[in-house]
């Protein structure tokens, strides 16, 4: 029997079953038309969706899926025709689209896929590069350990320090188990375990130093497997139950530094050594591997030989020690800069010398850092001069110094000349009037260098006492920041100036200074042991009264020869009470031995005793101390001035001289 | 003449040796400088004070050693006493001694304080008997009609 769409269903009594087509039917359709939308909705939201006609078609595919379910719903029923036609077009696009999109997918599927494997790769490879670059991150702080380890031996010379460092910081950077050091013993016989790292107080284990593990060690620089068990090695308890870890030893040449004598070398063949025993974890699958050898040999072999330069420079060092503690000494010496009692150390010396000493001085320190030094010594330039030849030292000392400390590379020059008039006026000093004459000259420095350069700006703060730039201050910058202070000072009581010019960071810096020399006569020249006779015949204070008083009667005497020798008339009193009893307002002068009891007592009496200022002798302290108690006692009381014991007769003139002139400045205003 | 280079020779020669062994400092020099024409025996004046004033001390402090309770602060001012005579004529090493001598009167080191005496009297004899030779030797240079090559 045909079955015909448009007669009544088949089936009459199925309402339930028509109706819960109808409802799916409904759904479906609402289904398969908002899929499409959603697809719409996201893919507009990312951007980087390859396949968008693969979409369309996907939707079409969908639409019309929808759409045949929809237009089935209008079947159930009577339908007239045109539902039919529109029906059945509607199934045959669905049929077309469906198959076409069944066939591209074929395409498309594997492509998709293939993007999921390209992108685990990526993935792969990321964590691949991860762990590399752990790797060699390792690598180079372990060679930065290395570098600050020997660093930091090459700065010691503690020997005991150096070589427990070196097995603290190994044990670190390589994660070792232990750690020991074997030191040979005074008669060179035996081997005796001096350091270890994991255990408290190694026992004296002792070795004898002939085993042939030995030998082998110490016969070349390079780190050497051995034998767990050898005796060098059995240092504790086997603590894993396995294997212990690899051993390596290498050997660690000493150089006895006590033993030191300038020309006396210690030969090569003497040589001792230490043995190093470096243990890995036991129990651990770990090797020793190439470069962790090659770090220990690097690591135990600190004190290579020197070359000859170095020996030269070591030797330069030692012998010029004695002069720099001297100078360094008389640096820290800040109270007398302070209260203004420096008073220059004038004497004949050698310039050219001075210019030598401080090059070799400094020659070790360029050579290591590889910066250049000239040293240009103008042809005209004396080679004898007067003046303060320490202090003259100490301040092309610290100029040449600076130059070096603050320059990483580029050359040094150190320049010295005669100033003429022009090259005076130049000299960008406000208020530098230099006075040119016979017997005195000046003369030029300059330290040019290509180092860190300084801000113009910042010139000025240089002179300041303590303060740092710090743009300047290097990481290891010790100092109290007084060197260019002191500099300047005594720049200016040689009646000199000093100045520097940068013309910005980085573009190195030029320091010059200019002092006043004395020419020396031809006639004064002397080599012998003593004094050279400086002309006493001129008295410097014809007629002036002092009045002494001191309870020692051998400086009491030596005092006042002095004073007689300047021309003075001197009293001598040993008491307070004599003292005041004989001073009088004749006497210009009263010179007070301080170190005794009654010292300052008779300062204090005297200003009593004398109470307008303008009668009252000047009060002279003679002290063997500058310490800060004595000269605030002086201060308390009201002396004048302070000379230091042993005093010489320049000094004692040129005191006295200071403080009359002061005296009479003060009586003119 | 001869005799007179030679004597001003010998004594240049002992007294660099003087200096050089440290029995005498710059001081001793400064001294020099202040004996003149106008103060012809400066310096043995002084030096013979320096004799008398010493050897003073010396009794002294060995009197106050042998004392039951010894009198500390006594000795210390004899002492200081010492030190600065012996520094103001440049007798350097009778001045070292008398500055460890201090400090172990700081101490109150009776042992240390009379072996520092036994070293001053040593030291203070070694360095008198210098001197007297080294005058000696000036008379001596004088009396051949030389003159002590000293800057004077």
Redo the contacts between chains.
Sequence with gaps: MESCNCIEPQWPAEELLMKYQYISDFFIALAYFSIPLELIYFVKKSAVFPYRWVLVQFGAFIVLCGATHLISLWTFNMHSRTVAVVMTTAKVLTAAVSCATALMLVHIIPDLLSVKTRELFLKNKAAELDREMGLIRTQEETGRHVRMLTHEIRSTLDRHTILKTTLVELGRTLALEECALWMPTRTGLELQLSYTLRQQNPVGYTVPIQLPVINQVFSSNHALKISPNSPVARLRPLSGKYMPGEVVAVRVPLLHLSNFQINDWPELSTRRYALMVLMLPSDSARQWHVHELELVEVVADQETELTPEQRLMVETILKSSNLLATLINDVLDLSKLEDGSLRLDLGSFNLHTVFREVLNLIKPITSVKKLPVTLNLAPDLPVYAIGDEKRLMQTILNVAGNAVKFSKEGSISITAFVANSESLRDSRAPGFFPVLSDDHFYLRVQVKDAGQGINPQDIPKLFTKFVHNQALATRNSSGSGLGLAICKRFVNLMEGHFWIESEGLGKGCMAIFIVKLGIPEKTSESKNPFLPKANHGQTAFPGLKVLVLDENGVSRMATKGLLVQLGCDVTTVSSRDECLHVVSQDHKVVCIDVCMPDGFEAAARLHEKFTKNHERPLIVALTGNTDKVTKENCMRVGMDGVILKPFSVDKMRSVLSDLLEHRVLFEAM | MDSVVQLQRQL?DYT?QL?NEGFLD??F??????Q?ES?PD?VV??VT??FE?SERLLDELAKALEQQSVDYTKIDAHV??LK??S????AQRVQKVCIGFRNFCEERNIEGCQKCLHQVKREYSLVKTKLETLFKLERKVLAAGGSIP???
């Design positions: 240049v660099v200096f710059d001081q020099n400064q001294l020099q400088q202040l003149d103060n400066f004046e002084v004070l320096f004033d200081h006493q600065g005579s520094s103001s004529i440049g000293w800057p004077m």
